[in-house]
């Protein structure tokens, strides 16, 4: 592989993200591809003040822009001092969370114009999209429904939850090419062969030859 490639899992709070992006790094490590495994908001020393205002209870109300603008400021520093450098060392970046989840639980789960979320995301991420988005998707009562000391999101309430999961469908149904909608149900194993089918799909694309993500139009 000489190019990066981006690859980023989406979904509700407790469906299995982190432990896929980790078996997927495995995978790819074990086959020689070197990956970088992080996360947001929070895998960068600024990051990890905002990670704590966002989710700790304590921080109480938020405005939502305020709240919105906190995970863009966490997503453009990720970018430069993550992401970015990263692909451009020709490695996988696998990413738990990532403008589709600003857009979920910051548009639809706050009631912000998506559109002016969504510009805000596209200028933090200068336009940075992820090759592959994979969805983790699962009912919310099964999912954040189960977690027994929630954070400051994952408390947000039942039709938070539920606007944000139909806002991740509606983004994967938009953009089906780059999107891999799997149920977070099934055996962890099972998922992540499906992403490694996917993944190996990716790196045999010719048009992956250059050290840098995809930039949407």
């Known amino acids: 592989m000489s190019g990066g490639l981006f690859v980023v899992f989406e979904g509700g709070d407790g469906v299995g993200k982190s432990t896929q992006c980790r078996l997927l790094a495995e995978w790819a490590r074990r086959r020689g591809v070197p990956a970088r495994l ?6 960068t020393a600024a990051g990890r003040m905002i990670r704590r205002i966002v989710l700790d209870p304590a921080t109480g109300d938020l405005d939502p822009r305020a709240e919105a603008l906190l995970y863009a400021a966490d997503k453009a520093h990720h970018l430069y001092e993550v992401v970015r450098p990263a692909l451009e060392r020709g490695e996988m970046v696998i990413c738990d969370r ?3 989840s600003m857009l ?3 548009g639809a789960g706050r009631v912000l114009d998506l559109a002016e ?19 983790l998707d699962l009912e919310p009562e099964r999912a954040v429904g189960t977690i027994a000391d929630p954070d400051r999101v994952e408390g947000a309430g039942a039709e938070f939850h539920r606007r944000a999961r139909a806002l991740f469908l509606e983004l994967a149904a938009q953009a089906p090419e780059r999107y891999l909608v799997l149920p977070a149900r099934r055996p962890a194993d099972w998922i992540a062969e499906q992403v490694q089918e996917q993944v190996v799909a990716l790196l045999s694309e010719p048009t992956l030859s250059e050290p840098t993500g995809r930039i949407a139009p």
């Open 104 to 106: 979920a639980y910051q």
């Open 117 to 135: 979320v969504a510009e805000i995301a596209r200028w933090a991420t200068a336009g940075l999209v992820p090759d592959l988005t994979v969805l």
């Open 98 to 100: 990532y403008v589709d």
């Open 38 to 43: 992080t996360f947001e908001p929070g895998d």
